[in-house]
């Protein structure tokens, strides 16, 4: 089947959902809908704040992170907005924001995310979370998207969305990983839980200590109504990308525009959840050294993004930040999710406690699994070719050294 006829076909698809939607698309009283155009996405943003709450949600289900992850789409994006939503009784109880885009003739479908491989999940309602309507969601934004192959990234292992995904398509290139945090709601003690911390032979005061000896500083917690920090989120931007210039980490994402775009809106937005999005600072002589960005929710702090002033790396700047952060959360009875990654920093905070996340490759459609196929065979006969020239070159080689 060519590319105009599939393309004819999920159009038609498409249309068909939009119109018999709310008459067809329903479990146990939920009614499923796409939102596809930016002004009704926006208007989503009161009811889906209300969710978000009501669910605990993590930062990245939240319309902030949603929101600022769209307008931060490169101009000439072939990424479109399809955004799943569910019903009950007119109340919105669930949300999935997904893109659209085209690679080749296979479609796909992917979360509404910075292209960072940020985590992702669904977000419901506490009293819908059951696995037959996740399924039904599943199936409707399948149905809707008329999507070939969905890019799933870091989806907690454990979740309702993982567990559907992998159990009713076919699934490839999956990838386990673990993701760190501290449990620190109800310890009292600090002191008690440093030294409980493993991998570290040193109190966190000692780099604080080391700090102090070379230059003054002090730690400063902003918000979007500071008039500062909208140059600290510039720096940490600036620096994030001479950071990874030195150590030579090769990131389209820390080095678009899209991350500038991002992480300006998320943070300085004023239409946004207040008190969220906050940045720690590390000053010294009225300029940064250090700035680590959060979420901040009813019951966790999770870490975002984290800098320094490479000239200083020698004294630790980020470290320290980084054990000021924890404290802080400490002593606000809140948990950290240290976000994916295993730095070093990560697995001593959180005592190796970890949950695992996984990102797959869901195959719906027969087209997709065989253009997977065709992918994986490609990239086999490509290694075979390389490896038969490395061997002919390395025969010639020999028998010019040999002269027979």
């Given amino acids: 089947m060519d590319l105009t006829a599939r393309t004819k076909i999920q159009s038609a698809a498409h249309s068909f959902f939009h119109t018999h939607r709310q008459n067809t698309m329903t479990a146990d009283a939920i009614s499923f809908d796409v939102v596809d155009d930016i002004e009704r996405f926006r208007a989503l943003q009161r009811e889906w704040d209300d969710l978000w709450r009501l669910a605990d949600g993590q930062f990245f289900q939240s319309f902030a992170f949603c929101h600022a992850s769209l307008i931060a789409e490169e101009k000439g994006s072939r990424r479109k907005l399809h955004c799943v939503t569910g019903r009950q009784n007119g109340r919105l109880v669930f949300v999935w924001p997904l893109v659209t885009y085209w690679n080749s003739v296979w479609k796909y479908a992917a979360p509404l995310a910075p292209r960072n491989r940020s985590p992702s999940d669904i977000l419901v309602a506490p009293e819908c979370g059951s696995e037959p309507l996740v399924k039904s969601a599943w199936d409707a934004a399948l149905k809707s998207t008329g999507a070939d192959i969905v890019e799933l990234w870091r989806v907690r292992s454990s979740s309702l969305l993982c567990r559907c995904a992998t159990t009713y398509a076919a699934t490839r290139r999956t990838q386990i990983e ?46 979007r109504n500071d008039a500062r920090t909208s140059s600290v989120v510039n720096w940490l931007v600036s620096h994030k990308r001479e950071w990874a210039h030195v150590k030579d980490i090769d990131s389209q994402w820390v080095f678009s525009e899209s991350s500038d775009k991002f992480w300006g809106d998320l943070m300085l937005n004023r239409t ?62 809140l948990d950290v999710d240290f976000t994916p990654g295993s730095e070093p920093y990560k697995v001593s905070w959180s005592g190796r406690a970890s949950y ?16 997977y196929r065709a992918k994986m065979a490609a990239k086999k006969l490509q290694g075979m070719m390389g490896r038969a020239v490395s061997l002919l070159s390395s025969r010639h080689a020999e028998v010019d050294r040999t002269g027979g």
């Avoid at 008690?192 to 032979?201: I, K, L, Q, Y």
């Avoid at 969220?276 to 600072?281: E, I, S």
């Avoid at 695992?356 to 253009?371: C, E, K, R």
Wanted: charged share 25%; aromatic share 12%.
């Fill in 178 to 223: 673990p993701t760190y945090y501290a449990s620190l709601r109800g310890l009292e003690d600090w002191e008690a839980f440093c030294r409980s911390r493993p991998g570290r032979s040193k109190h966190p005061d000692y780099l604080k200590r080391k700090l102090a000896k070379h230059i003054d500083f002090n730690l400063e917690v902003l918000d």
């Fill in 272 to 333: 946004y959840e207040a008190g969220v999005m906050r940045v720690f600072v590390l000053w010294h002589q009225q300029r940064p050294i250090a700035a680590l960005i959060v979420a901040v929710g009813a019951k966790r702090v999770d870490f975002l993004t984290v800098t320094y002033d490479m000239e200083l790396a020698k004294l630790s700047p980020g470290t320290v930040l980084l054990d000021e952060g924890v404290k802080w959360a400490f002593e606000h009875g």
């Fill in 356 to 371: 695992t996340t996984s990102s797959f490759l869901v195959l719906p459609t027969t087209w997709g699994l065989m253009g």
